[in-house]
């Protein structure tokens, strides 16, 4: 299973650079993973277009069916923890953190250490898990 943040799912409701690339890979990424804060993240981004002029109503609508049956939400609760494990040793960001312990959620039979994850010269998820992170 593969972890996708929020830039990567925006990019398949909405119109922007790398929108076609980031359909490819996801395409060939097999099952999506995400904690369930993308739910948040993407919804606002969504209702900003809205407002913005830059999306319409239909195209809102597709995404907000379309994504929660698209996605495995890993449940907070399951990443708060080890989240602040990573975030609070590190320069990255808890929003970040959360999306690197759902990559190591379940499936992963040695989770991600705080210097695991700062010394990966690529972040979030470099070898960490059977996830592999997309974006």
Request: contains cysteine; hydrophobic residues 45%; charged residues 20%.
């Amino acid at each position: 299973m593969n972890v996708v943040d929020a830039n990567i799912v925006l990019k398949l409701y909405l119109t922007e650079p790398d929108s076609d690339a980031a359909q490819e890979v996801v395409d060939r990424a097999g099952p999506l993973a995400a904690p369930d804060h993308i739910l948040g993240e993407v919804g606002e981004v969504l209702v900003r277009r809205l407002h913005g002029g830059a999306i319409d109503r239909r195209q809102l609508d597709a995404a907000r069916i379309d994504l929660p049956r698209r996605l495995f939400l890993v449940p907070l609760e399951e990443l708060f923890d080890q989240a602040f494990e990573l975030a609070l040793p590190t320069d990255v960001s808890f929003y970040d953190a959360l999306y690197v312990a759902a990559s190591a959620s379940r499936l992963c039979s040695s989770p991600p250490t705080a210097g695991s994850f700062a010394s990966s010269p690529v972040r979030p998820g470099r070898g960490m898990s059977p996830f592999s992170m997309i974006g």
